[in-house]
């Protein structure tokens, strides 16, 4: 038997998302989402394998996710937002790595780590209108998306939740401290 030297991923999974949202980020970290490359190694037929939304790069989950222009300008964005630098990575299973040992505590790292899973879900939607949509989200508006879901979502599935939505707004980490 052969086993291969490889760490397992670990399956990670936020209370504070939908499950859709969980299923989605444990199959990104798994490589295992429908983008244009994977789709060609499954021998679809694919028109072109360059990114969407860049037109630059072969889509892969990598790229189309992090390392896209697009992709890179909602992070900083999104990393600014939260008052952090951005991590330096190549990808995404990198970005929760840097999650886990990232020194914060425990509330803040579950409100990085739905943060993420929001980010995520917004720009894999945001590609996938782009494709079968008749709803043209307007890339302007991507920072105001994931600001108003993350508050949705975090506000109504947690109980104990005491932020305002202006608060929220200001920075997502300091409802861990309030």
Same mark, same amino acid.
């Given at each position: ?14 209370r504070?998302?939908p499950?859709k949202v ?13 983008t244009?490359?994977n ?9 072109s394998?360059l990114c ?8 892969t989950s990598?790229?189309?996710l992090?390392s ?5 300008s909602?992070w900083?964005?999104v ?7 951005l ?13 886990d040992?990232?020194r914060?505590n425990?509330?803040?790292k ?10 995520v =879900?917004?720009?894999?939607?945001? +590609? /996938?209108? !782009?494709?079968?949509g008749?709803?043209?989200i307007?890339?302007k508006d *991507?920072l105001d998306q994931i600001f108003?879901?993350?508050?949705? =979502?975090?506000?109504?599935?947690? +109980? /104990?939740? !005491? ?6 707004i200001?920075n997502?980490? *300091?409802?861990?401290?309030?």
């Amino acid at each position: 038997m052969f086993l291969l030297n490889v760490r397992p991923i670990e399956t990670r999974w936020c209370r504070f998302i939908p499950r859709k949202v969980n299923i989605l980020v444990w199959r990104i970290l798994r490589d295992r989402i429908p983008t244009r490359w994977n789709l060609s190694k499954k021998d679809f037929e694919v028109t072109s394998l360059l990114c969407l939304l860049c037109n630059i790069s072969p889509e892969t989950s990598s790229h189309l996710l992090w390392s896209c222009n697009l992709a890179t300008s909602v992070w900083r964005l999104v990393f600014k937002w939260m008052d952090l630098p951005l991590p330096d990575s190549d990808n995404l299973n990198d970005i929760f790595s840097w999650l886990d040992h990232a020194r914060h505590n425990s509330a803040s790292k579950n409100i990085l780590n739905y943060v993420l899973g929001v980010v995520v =879900w917004t720009l894999w939607q945001f +590609r /996938n209108n !782009k494709i079968f949509g008749d709803k043209k989200i307007l890339q302007k508006d *991507l920072l105001d998306q994931i600001f108003d879901l993350s508050f949705l =979502w975090y506000s109504s599935r947690n +109980r /104990n939740c !005491k932020v305002s939505r202006s608060n929220w707004i200001q920075n997502p980490l *300091l409802s861990s401290i309030l």
